[in-house]
């Protein structure tokens, strides 16, 4: 992509979303080509084609779900960037599991696919870069009507709740609009853990590893029981064993 605009698919069945969303992208002024797809089946054809930097992706589609084309992308020497565009909710824990940089519900605010495509730009660049992502100092976060910017350092851990994340720290909690992928690559990762698919806790809050049978857990200082998903015990026992973690570097029985 270099300094050039970003090239974007637009793929939905419906003629008003496409003319829609492609009126939104105009108007944005963010994007280079923009080249529209009718269906899930014209998707890969016109993706193979022109290998887009972003794909705005519709997920309910007769012929061919949105969800199979990201599988499809994800193949890809040089996958795109995936953000999904649909008018249904219950999709986007899929998307996420696709590691999509966003899941926005029809209608589409401009503000939103914005914040989006900055998103998807700022991905496109760490992978260009061909080194390891830029860890961002602070984030900024809605604090009723306003905002607020919160040092990474005071993160003490994060959930996914759909398609926001909350940071907690200091006993109160924030949320924002970020895909738990897109995150994890802006928190240091000599600093942070992840411990299930969905939460990263900041290593030095961490007191013990604990397991109870099957399940394992960890301990905070303040006394929160975290899970640890099976996909991430390895990694949270090595690191509790060679010292990584915060407190103990034993795993309790």
């Avoid at 851990?157 to 895909?179: I, N, P, T």
């Avoid at 942070?192 to 394992?216: L, N, P």
Wanted: with cysteine; aromatic share 6%.
């Amino acid at each position: 992509m270099a300094n050039n605009p970003p090239s974007v698919l637009i793929v939905d069945d419906e003629p008003l979303a496409r003319s829609r969303l492609r009126a939104l992208c105009e108007r944005a002024g963010l994007f280079g080509d923009v080249e529209l797809a009718n269906g899930g089946l014209q998707a890969l054809d016109k993706v193979t084609e022109m290998l887009p930097d972003i794909v705005l992706l519709d997920v309910d589609m007769p012929d061919f779900s949105g969800l199979r084309v990201a599988e499809f992308c994800h193949g890809l020497a040089r996958p795109p960037e995936i953000i999904f565009t649909t008018a249904h909710s219950r999709y986007a824990v899929q998307a996420f599991r696709l590691e999509a940089t966003d899941y926005l519900l029809k209608p589409v605010k401009e503000s939103m696919l914005r914040e989006a495509v900055e998103r998807a730009l700022a991905n496109l660049a760490r992978s260009a870069s061909d080194s390891d992502p830029d860890v961002v100092p602070s984030l900024w976060v809605q604090d009723g009507a306003g905002s607020l910017q919160l040092a990474v350092s005071d993160i003490e851990w994060v959930e996914a709740e759909r398609d926001y994340m909350r940071l907690y720290l200091f006993g109160r909690s924030y949320l924002v609009h970020q895909s738990m992928h897109s995150l994890e690559s802006q928190l240091p990762d000599d600093r942070f853990v992840r411990v299930h698919r969905s939460m990263i806790v900041r290593r030095d809050v961490i007191a013990e590893v604990r397991r109870q049978g099957r399940k394992r857990y960890v301990l905070l200082h303040d006394g929160t029981k975290l899970p640890i998903g099976p996909s991430y015990a390895d990694r949270v026992t090595v690191a509790a064993q060679t010292g990584r973690l915060g407190g103990s570097e034993t795993v309790t029985e």
